[in-house]
């Protein structure tokens, strides 16, 4: 990031810290599938790599790409455009996420999620009070006041005992039980104990724990790969994750 005299300005390094895309953004997210979204002058559109444009700034909010798809805002609704800046599925929902192994959950109206395919059909009625997306086949939903898990016929296979309930990662998935935090396989036998004051998906083998006030990484086994020391912690990506020191400052680390 780079200080202007009127604001901030966002660029993109590589992983060896070598500017590869100017801070020239008001605002950008992460690279999905090749591409990311930026901000210039409160219009959303895409970039390469190379920072070339793929999709001009256009649109009022974007979502990241996911299986050649990401959902945009226009007039008050949701659809979704292909790579090449095509509106593939023309804006209806009042709310999407993205796709995730063909599926994307979705509003319609109401406050009631359900799930639609990649051609914009809906494949699960809209009957969930919350959901995720569907990873290993499988996705938390929210049925009344506690979370279980469907499978893409929408049957309940983990039957809703959780307060909270995440996506699965490397066969894990994150769940909160009275307050603590823990990881369940995929049939939903406990894998690692609740015990945690918060947490997150798995990624690359490792997830990012929190216990006390402190940060760190524990393996899906629950051992403890890099001990609790941060304010903060995020995902590893490519062999790396940001982490927020005592001081608050901003390092990268490795595994």
């Not at 062999?239 to 990268?252: D, H, S």
Request: aromatic share 14%.
């Amino acid at each position: 990031i780079s200080q202007t005299e009127t604001r901030p300005k966002y660029g993109f390094i590589s992983a060896n810290g070598e500017i590869v895309a100017d801070p020239q953004f008001d605002f950008a997210g992460d690279f999905h599938e090749g591409l990311a979204w930026v901000v210039v002058n409160d219009k959303r559109g895409f970039i390469d790599k190379s920072g070339k444009f793929l999709i001009e700034p256009q649109f009022e909010l974007v979502g990241d790409f996911s299986d050649g798809l990401a959902w945009f805002l226009d007039l008050g609704k949701r659809g979704f455009l292909d790579m090449q800046g095509k509106k593939v599925i023309h804006p209806q929902f009042d709310y999407t996420k993205t796709f995730s192994e063909g599926f994307a959950a979705v509003v319609v109206s109401g406050e009631k999620w359900g799930f639609i395919n990649l051609k914009g059909s809906i494949v699960i009625p809209p009957k969930y009070a919350a959901c995720g997306d569907f990873h290993s086949g499988l996705a938390a939903v929210k049925t009344g006041d506690l979370w279980g898990y469907i499978n893409t016929n929408d049957t309940m296979v983990i039957h809703p005992k959780f307060d909270e309930a995440f996506e699965f990662s490397c066969g894990r998935a994150l769940v909160n039980m009275n307050g603590k935090y823990g990881y369940i396989d995929s049939v939903g036998r406990p894998a690692i104990d609740t015990r945690y004051d918060n947490g997150g998906a798995f990624s690359e083998g490792l997830a990012h724990v929190q216990s006390g006030t402190k940060w760190g990484y524990i393996d899906t086994s629950g051992n403890v790969l890099i001990e609790f020391q941060y304010l903060a912690a995020e995902p590893f990506r490519e062999g790396m994750a940001r982490v927020f020191t005592n001081t608050n400052e901003v390092k990268f680390i490795d595994a």
